[in-house]
């Protein structure tokens, strides 16, 4: 079994900034491609970030320039550091990563339990 587990959201002012972290664990073969979704309340999840196991990376337009996706796959861990966090960016993030628990078996997504995150003064 593979059970990702994200940390680091929170209560944040407008401005500020908050790192997320979300680690897999369990039997990996190895850890792919992943990246951050989030959802608001009342919308549909959105991507956020994606990045590659070789560190090819891709971003909402409404993240560029603010949000850096990165990972450690010695750790099998990612994160996205955000900052000028506006209140526009308050939602629910989950993490997710397309891994391979055998050599020989193919990949399958999953999915983390989500943290939420909220910008408000």
């Known amino acids: 079994q593979v059970q990702l587990v994200e940390s680091g959201g929170g209560l944040v002012q407008p401005g500020g900034s908050l790192r997320l972290s979300c680690a897999a664990s369990g039997s990996i073969f190895s850890f792919n491609a992943a990246g951050w979704y989030r959802q608001a309340p009342g919308k549909q999840r959105e991507l956020v970030a994606g990045?590659?196991?070789?560190?090819?990376?891709n971003y909402a337009d409404s993240v560029k320039g603010r949000f850096t996706i990165s990972r450690d796959n010695a750790k099998n861990t990612v994160y996205l550091q955000m900052n000028s966090l506006k209140p526009e960016d308050t939602a629910v993030y989950y993490c997710?990563?397309?891994?391979?628990?055998?050599?020989?078996?193919?990949?399958?997504?999953?999915w983390g339990q989500g943290t939420q995150v909220t910008v408000s003064l």
């Open positions: 990045i590659t196991r070789g560190g090819s990376t």
């Open positions: 997710y990563a397309q891994v391979k628990r055998f050599e020989f078996v193919s990949e399958f997504d999953y």
